[in-house]
């Protein structure tokens, strides 16, 4: 079994594209890349208006009841272009959070407004995968009735502009998921300077910060780890189609750049190099729609595949956008070039939820080795 595409996965495949080629390109993604918030509130409206933000949501709460296969196409499509926009953090991480913890009444309240646009969410979780361990530590503590959160998380995708903010904190009775108001009384919000200008991270500093409970207290541990497998999947998809453009380039330069009166193409190590980002590429593809399909059809294997996923297209993204560059020779390194954006998004794919020796490691654990 594996994941197949209809007529109408590729229709929205066709129909993100073209909307992306014509209002997320390059001098798009330079313009909002130089700001803190990096993204076009119109743009986010527009993604929100054509649906994309409620393709997972059920239909009970506004959106379209779709599955991984789906949100998939468009954050492939969305890596393709480097969109800059909360477009990840919103659909993947909150809406995965939300969804996972099962509270039907925090996704009836905040669910209809990340679908209109009318919310960004993210998710504030510390970094396991560091070594040592970080991200911060936060504390949840239960007063009159209500609760509020200290301390400190770092790395927070979208955190600056986050209008919803859910936090996996400590409690006496384990880790629990809350969520936190972008202009909640207590939350001091910073952008952080990144190498990837075109995804934002902040460091978000909670100082008894009233925050509401999703879900059951002490319940998380389990959340966490499957908002992280399928964080990792989406993540996976959006390597994988900055990794086909990356290659595309790399193609495109080859055929016309010339040396010695010919296509560089021509030359059999520039042949070999774009044989090589060709392979990278369909095997991360493969790993990743395989992550998909487990994600929406094999829950029981999402685990494995899902860290499957994040360690080949971490790797692979990277090494076809550093061999972008080496085809390109000079012009690749210089900043008025796209293909140095696509190296420093792949160096910070490499790192973010785990590099790839964190996942073939984890992955080693799932399978009993």
């Not at 789906?70 to 480097?82: D, F, H, K, P, T």
């Not at 952080?192 to 902040?202: F, G, V």
């Not at 499957?308 to 971490?314: E, G, T």
Request: with cysteine.
């Amino acid at each position: 079994m594996g994941l197949t595409f209809s007529e109408e996965h590729e229709e929205l495949r066709h129909t993100v594209r073209g909307f992306l080629d014509k209002h997320a390109s390059e001098s798009d993604v330079r313009r909002l890349m130089a700001t803190d918030e990096g993204y076009d509130p119109e743009l986010w409206l527009r993604l929100a208006g054509m649906g994309l933000l409620g393709l997972g949501v059920p239909e009970e709460f506004g959106g379209a009841g779709c599955g991984w296969a789906e949100v998939s196409i468009v954050l492939e499509e969305a890596g393709r272009a480097l969109l800059c926009a909360p477009y990840y953090a919103t659909v993947v991480l909150g809406t995965a959070a939300l969804l996972a913890s099962g509270d039907k009444a925090a996704q009836g309240d905040y669910l209809p407004g990340i679908v209109s646009g009318a919310r960004i969410a993210t998710l504030a979780i510390d970094d396991e995968s560091a070594d040592p361990p970080g991200g911060g530590v936060v504390v949840a503590t239960e007063r009159h009735g209500g609760w509020t959160l200290s301390g400190q998380r770092a790395y927070v995708l979208d955190g600056y502009t986050a209008d919803l903010v859910l936090v996996i904190a400590g409690t006496p009775a384990g880790t629990s998921l809350f969520a936190v108001e972008g202009d909640a009384a207590g939350l001091t919000r910073a952008p952080l300077p990144m190498l990837d200008l075109t995804r934002k991270q902040a460091r978000l500093d909670f100082a008894d910060t009233p925050a509401r409970l999703v879900g059951a207290v002490g319940t998380a541990h389990g959340l966490r780890a499957r908002v992280l497998d399928l964080a990792a999947v989406g993540l996976a998809a959006e390597q994988v189609g900055g990794a086909a453009r990356a290659l595309e380039m790399a193609v495109e330069y080859a055929k016309v750049r010339h040396q010695f009166g010919r296509p560089i193409g021509s030359f059999q190590a520039v042949k070999h190099m774009c044989a090589d980002m060709l392979v990278e590429v369909e095997f991360a593809r493969s790993a990743a729609y395989h992550a998909v399909w487990a994600a929406d059809e094999a829950p029981e294997e999402l685990p494995v595949a899902a860290s499957l996923a994040k360690a080949y297209c971490s790797d692979a993204f990277f090494a076809v956008a550093a061999q972008n560059i080496q085809v390109h020779g000079g012009v690749g390194f210089t900043w008025e070039h796209p293909a140095h954006l696509y190296l420093k998004r792949a160096k910070t794919d490499q790192i973010l939820l785990g590099d790839a020796t964190y996942h073939r490691g984890l992955l080693a654990t799932r399978v009993g080795i």
